[in-house]
């Protein structure tokens, strides 16, 4: 049955909002350039070259998708290998929406436990901050490297948005959720009687 009494609790709607959120802008930015060549972390002019998490589109040639890229000194290649950790939570802050919802709609005994919910999230904010902390080491690494060689590189929209999801996954994995319960927090049936 399901509980929409417990929906409109702040912390549910928080909990369905955040996650809801950062796993589309965590989906977005690991579906950025080559596959959505409007999103991207590093552009440079000349030659133009559009850097995403999974790949590259040169202006002379096809994009190439691939995970772990280099495209000489100025792109370290095992950092690029590292942006793979944004789908990673991406998924999990999917799994985390799914264990919300179904501890909406009280599917299995244990699903109201809020700790599905929030491994989910916690996980998927842990790991969106690995990759965007990667991502920020190796794209100001990257400017840096360009800039010195006379070529002017921009930022792309990709680390903002890759920051709003690391953000969105932390309030939820923070402030939204099923509220934890007493009955959750024991070790003993709360039938059994408890006795040192």
């Known amino acids: 049955m399901f509980r929409w009494e417990d929906c409109v609790e702040g912390h549910i709607i928080l909990g369905l909002t955040f996650s809801l959120i950062s796993s589309i802008l965590l989906t977005l930015v690991t579906f950025s350039t080559p596959y959505n060549k409007s999103i991207y972390f ?5 030659p133009s070259i559009h850097f995403g998490a999974l790949g590259y589109c040169p202006s002379t040639s096809e994009c190439i998708k691939r995970v772990g890229y280099s495209t000489g000194s100025e792109v370290t290649e095992w950092l690029t290998r590292a942006q793979v950790l944004y789908a990673v939570g991406a998924i999990f802050m999917l ?3 799914i264990a919300l919802l179904l501890s909406l709609l009280r599917v299995g005994q244990f699903m109201w436990n809020p700790i599905y919910f929030r491994t989910m999230s916690l996980l998927g904010f842990i790991f969106s901050l690995l990759a965007e902390i990667f991502a ?10 360009y800039d010195a060689e006379g070529v002017r590189a921009t930022y792309g929209a990709a680390l903002w948005i890759g920051l709003a999801g690391v953000i969105l996954a932390f309030l939820a994995a923070c402030f939204g959720g099923p509220a934890f319960e007493a009955k959750w927090m024991y070790r003993a049936h709360r039938n059994v009687p408890y006795n040192l």
């Open 42 to 46: 590093l552009r440079t002019p000349n």
């Open 95 to 97: 799994l985390a929406l």
């Open 136 to 145: 920020l080491i190796l794209w100001v690494q990257a400017r840096h490297r």
